[in-house]
């Protein structure tokens, strides 16, 4: 159990949750304020889990997959994807494209594009063309110093990567067929709980003290639309070129362990988003093909129609910036899923098929920066492939990349992309069965 304040705070994300869900909250502001002891606090939080959706929210969101299949817009895409040395060089500009981009944004993780802005204006490198830059005299930056521009001889690491390289070793023990307790039970025993935050942390400890496994994303957990899983995407896409729907139906498996709705949706539009991108590189096809996996009732659907909206009346990813702000801000977290995909959105519907332009455009918007980063680069690093990935962006990551997972001890990149390779095989013969 929380302590007292952890839990006063669990309980007002969850009220903040549930009006997101849709449920009527008025009157549990006032409530919170009056709760005391642990039990009263409680007793509120199970209250707020058992309210009602409203009648006039205009959205239908299942969190299961045969929900989710039954409102989709459309037919599943597919493609014909060869394993061959062409799908490896994607595979590897993905795993490249992923890593970069997150690099980039490790320095201003949770900062507003305004900071952001102020701050490489007073160091003349505004707009971004390359790593932040070192600052030792910038108090602003002096704390975020060992991820700057010249500090780093590898890739540091990071959630956003240590996820993509576990989601590699569960496919590789636990083969395509893997399930959600499947993916709990692999974090437990290579991730350290101090590696996970927010809804992957109250997961991780939801499944160690016993709670079933459907009910581990729901308890003390009002962080489960946040973008914890939509992190989590990448490889499900990576291991099933061409093939979107079954790289969403990988990425819903692994969401459904800490997330709901659109939580779970995030995930599995961006592992469509990979899974097409190794196929094809056309960007709206990319994008459509991963709106069809995903509910078009839901939020997440009207965020993608914001942004398809927003790049035919905007010149610039400044103005459609400032569209997603007027829209989101103040709606959502700064680690929610919608506003972030937006973001990642923005910046791969202005910057394509420019891999310096996408990542740039996904980090100066601000927010979960290294997320974007790494969500945008991965993308369009699957549609170039690595020998078309600049050198400037990929050199400094000296090849190499920094986790915790056991077995994975600072791997080649080129490695992982191999080893990736070998599990697209495993899941075609899966596939074809």
Known sequence: MPQTNQLRQIVKDEITQRAEEGCDLTGFEGKLQSARTEAELMRLYRTLQDLPIRADFPYVEPSDLAGIRAHRPGKAAEWKVAVDESLFNRLHGAWLGRIAGCMLGKAVEGWTRDSIRDCLVSLGEYPLTNYIPSAPDDATLKPYKPFTRGAWDHAIEDDDTDYTVLALKTMEVKGPEFTTADVGYMWHENLPINHVYTAERQAYLNLANGIPIDKVPLVLNP??????????????????????????????????FSHVKNGIYGEMFCAAMVSSALATDDLIEIISAALNEIPSTSRLAETVSDCMRWRADCATWEDAHERMKQTYYGQYNWVHTNNNLAIVLIALLFGWPDYEKVITYAVMQGMDTDCNGATAGSVLGAAIGAKRMPSKWTAPLGGRLDTPIPGFACPEIDVLARRTMNQVENVGCWIHR
């Open 223 to 256: 962080y489960r639309e946040w973008i914890g899983a939509q992190i989590r995407a990448d490889f499900w896409g990576y291991c099933a070129p061409g093939k979107p729907e079954v790289a969403a139906e990988f990425a819903h498996r692994d969401a459904s």
